[in-house]
């Protein structure tokens, strides 16, 4: 077959919340993309993308796709002009800041995309008032508070460098659903002898990847690594040098050794025995952890990351090849961004869990206005209703959306924005160490806007044209400045994929830390109390990533079923495989679609998260507002809810 005359390829990375970060080769006949598909020179990427992204096409080429902005007329949208729309954003957006201060407008951005310039829609309303933005993250905050507080940085070890372990603990981690591309390098490191161990309450397809399984209580980790930890000084297997490079010694050996190691492992809920196997394993290292961020999604998630962080540093695998716990990759610190001061000048925030109740108590002043950004907090927030209550009582909400989500039908005004494939824009990513550039494909549509765009065509009617009249070119070089001399330039990036030079192989190599006192930080005291149940709500509910599905990103046709809830038989006795159920929080209720497994534990309901609140699968409906205990992280697996017969 000849290859037409208008064939090309164009290559572009892919921006979605996702460790990976893909170089992806894009194939255009005509102006139209009929092929997407994994860069074979990416390092990381390797030739392949994953299930969701490789169907980005059909995402790309929907019927619902948004084209033109959308205003609210009643309970309908009307098409509206770009100037008609900007023209009332702007206006309102001058007398709410006069009549009630910046602070009754909220900027709301969520993770639609990773993309470096979303930082610049940020700025734009840092520049404008500073506004009310969010603190911590639902995705990590816990997490990073926790490592912050431990090492005093959040980064992790070079990807490759897993070559190097003799042991690997996924510790609560299936990269089958949500990083497909740590894969190759994980089956590199098992057949050069690396031992797999996951730990995770949930039985799932990394499992049979892995040499060991635990399975804890949800929520048992702090005790189950305390366990280990009282192992390793029982057995004099701490690092001899660990006085040197942690505070903290002694009160972290009183706190391990204050129960025995049987009693921890029943507190996780595990064997003796696996607790001695994982001990040993981290005694006889390299080992290296790769942290989850399931387990910091609960009441106690800093306190379980502290309780990790301090393991592997008395263990003595911080600061060696093959070592580490790897939570999150610094993915931005490559960049400059530092024309963005964020929180340190925001006149209030609300907590990023707590977006729905947070909105409706504000006064002083009251948030008259909200804008969304690359989110679909309805869906992905806890409390689903209040979230949309919070919105539906503004004087205005904007929501910038490829799609109508639930979020964009409590809007007044809809704006219709790029996607990935559109989009002009620089990516670092946070489960490895590449950065790379993101060009447009194909033009938007005549329509549609990049978020950039959309500020920059806003700037100049809230007296702001100066500051945003820069093309993305300038944008993206201004950002990679630092990055000049050392091999991560633009014009070095745009030749293909670049590794961070800044980012170390091995992190804390010379065993110094960015703490105060230049040492590790050792946990000195923790609530090990696992996650909990009721008699009468004997489930955690444990709303996961899916390999289909990006976020709430569903593609069409993908949620005419109830939602499926997978648990153990004994768990659901009286009830089959297939059948219609209810399941009950103490916050709401959600029709789903038994599915019985008897690898699960008993304790746990599994869903996919990210159902839409408007096709009844929505797992936030069921979840009430509440932040971890440090980091402002959602407490999105702590819900105990029960199965009741669909009346
Ligand atoms: N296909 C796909 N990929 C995605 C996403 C997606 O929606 N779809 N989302 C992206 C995003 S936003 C993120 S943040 C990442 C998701 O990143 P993660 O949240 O780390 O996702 P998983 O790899 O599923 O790992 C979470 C694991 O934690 C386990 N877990 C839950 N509670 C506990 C606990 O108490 N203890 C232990 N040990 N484990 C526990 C869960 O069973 C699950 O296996 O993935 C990204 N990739
Ligand atoms: N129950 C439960 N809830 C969860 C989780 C869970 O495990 N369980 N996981 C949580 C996690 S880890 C995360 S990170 C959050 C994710 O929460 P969100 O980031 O809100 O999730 P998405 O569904 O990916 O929504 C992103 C939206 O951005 C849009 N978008 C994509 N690209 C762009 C763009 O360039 N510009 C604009 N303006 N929009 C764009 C998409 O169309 C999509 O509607 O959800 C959290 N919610
Ligand atoms: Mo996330």
């Not at 304790?603 to 839409?612: E, H």
Request: charged share 20%; net charge negative; proline share 6%.
């Amino acid at each position: 077959m000849s290859t037409p005359a208008t064939q090309r390829t164009v290559k572009t990375a892919c921006n979605r919340d996702c460790g990976d970060a893909c170089s992806i080769v894009a194939t255009v006949n005509d102006n139209r993309i009929t092929r997407i598909a994994g860069d074979p020179d990416h390092p990381i990427t390797k030739g392949f993308l994953c299930h969701r992204t490789s169907r980005f096409l059909e995402r790309q080429y929907s019927p619902d796709r948004l084209s033109t902005p959308l205003v609210r007329t009643g309970n309908c949208f009307e098409p509206a002009s770009w100037d008609s729309v900007l023209e009332r954003i702007s206006q309102s957006m001058l007398q709410f800041r006069e009549e009630s201060g910046p602070a009754s407008i909220m900027h709301y951005r969520c993770g639609g995309s990773m993309g470096m310039m979303k930082l610049v829609t940020d700025y734009f309303f840092e520049k404008f008032g500073p506004v009310t933005t969010k603190t911590g993250d639902v995705c990590t905050g816990a997490g990073d508070s926790a490592q912050q507080l431990d090492f005093g940085t959040v980064d992790s070890h070079d990807i490759f460098d897993l070559l190097n372990s003799k042991t690997i603990i996924l510790w609560g981690k299936n990269p089958y659903a949500s990083q497909v591309h740590l894969l190759p390098v994980l089956r590199d490191a098992k057949k050069k002898g690396a031992r797999l161990i996951l730990i995770d309450p949930v039985h799932h397809q990394t499992v049979q990847l892995c040499d060991q399984f635990v399975q804890p209580r949800p929520g048992g980790d702090a005790a189950l690594a305390l366990g280990i930890a009282c192992w390793l000084f029982q057995n004099r297997k701490v690092a001899a040098s660990v006085e040197s490079y942690c505070d903290n010694v002694d009160d972290f050996k009183s706190l391990a050794c204050s129960r025995t190691i049987k009693q921890w492992a029943e507190l996780a809920d595990v064997t003796p025995s696996q607790v001695t196997l994982i001990a040993e394993a981290c005694s006889d290292g390299p080992a290296a952890i790769i942290a989850g961020w399931g387990m910091q999604r609960r009441a106690n998630g800093a306190a379980t990351v502290r309780a990790i962080d301090a393991l592997a540093a008395v263990s003595g695998n911080i600061g060696v090849p093959g070592g580490g716990v790897s939570y999150c990759f610094a993915r931005k610190r490559a960049f400059d961004y530092s024309f963005l001061k964020g929180e340190a000048v925001a006149p209030r925030t609300i907590p990023e869990p707590l977006f729905g109740p947070g909105i409706l108590a504000a006064n002083d002043p009251p948030i008259r206005m909200v804008w969304v950004t690359a989110g679909n907090p309805v869906v992905m927030l806890p409390e689903s209703e209040t979230v949309k209550q919070a919105l539906k009582t503004r004087d205005l909400t904007i929501v910038v959306d490829s799609f109508l989500t639930d979020t964009a039908q409590c809007a007044d005004i809809v704006l219709p924005t790029t996607t990935m494939l559109e989009e002009d824009d620089l990516l670092g990513a946070y489960g490895h160490h590449w950065l790379a550039e993101m060009r447009p494909v194909i033009p938007a549509p005549e329509l549609v806007k990049s978020d950039y765009e959309i500020v920059q065509a806003l700037a100049p009617l809230v007296g702001l044209a100066a500051d945003f009249s820069d093309d993305v070119e300038t944008w993206k070089r201004r950002m990679l400045y630092a990055g000049q001399n050392k091999g991560a330039s633009l014009d070095d990036i745009r030749h293909g994929p670049v590794r961070s030079p800044t980012a170390p192989a091995v992190m804390f190599a010379d065993r110094k830390f960015p703490t105060e006192s230049g040492r590790v930080n050792l946990i000195s005291e923790v609530d090990t109390t696992p996650s909990s149940v009721t008699p009468d709500r004997p489930l955690l509910l444990t709303s996961l990533a899916t390999a289909s599905v990006q976020g709430s990103q569903w593609l069409d046709g993908t949620q005419d079923d109830h939602l499926p809830a997978t648990v153990h038989p004994d768990s659901a006795a009286g009830f089959n495989s297939d059948d219609v159920v209810k399941l009950e929080s103490a916050h709401g209720e959600l029709t789903v679609r038994l599915k019985l497994e008897a690898n699960q534990r008993r304790d746990i309901v599994l869903v996919p998260k990210g159902g839409w609140l408007n096709k009844g699968r929505c797992a936030n409906a069921l979840i009430k507002a509440q932040t971890t205990d440090a980091g402002d992280c959602a407490v999105y697996y702590d819900t105990a809810v029960r199965i009741v017969p669909q009346r």
